[in-house]
Nanobody
């Protein structure tokens, strides 16, 4: 069984920083792309950033220059460094990973979500 567990959310003032982490565990054969999504109250879940196993990262325009996604393949962990946070960044942040579990087909897995609240 595969689990994605996020940590690092919380309450921060505008202009502050937070670092989210997401560790994948269980019977994992290989992880392809990993990413972060977010969902604000009353809005649809949106892509924030993605990172392939090797290659270029991708960001939604609203976070470019402020957020940085990275990963540690040895630890099956993806990070999201969030700087210069704005109140509009307030949302539940979800980790996502496309992976092959041992003996299973390729599919996407989701974390449980971590709340990020930015006060003005």
């Amino acid at each position: 069984q595969v689990q994605l567990v996020e940590s690092g959310g919380g309450l921060v003032q505008a202009g502050g920083s937070l670092r989210l982490s997401c560790a994948a565990s269980g019977s994992i054969f290989s992880i392809n792309a990993m990413g972060w999504y977010r969902q604000a109250p009353g809005k649809q879940r949106e892509l924030v950033a993605t990172i392939p196993r090797a290659g270029s990262t991708n960001y939604v325009d609203s976070v470019k220059g402020r957020f940085t996604i990275s990963r540690d393949n040895a630890k099956n962990t993806v990070y999201l460094q969030m700087n210069s946070l704005k109140p509009e960044d307030t949302a539940v942040y979800y980790c996502n990973a496309g992976l092959w579990a041992v003996g299973a087909d390729y599919r996407a897995y989701w974390g449980q979500g971590t709340q990020v609240t930015v006060s003005s």
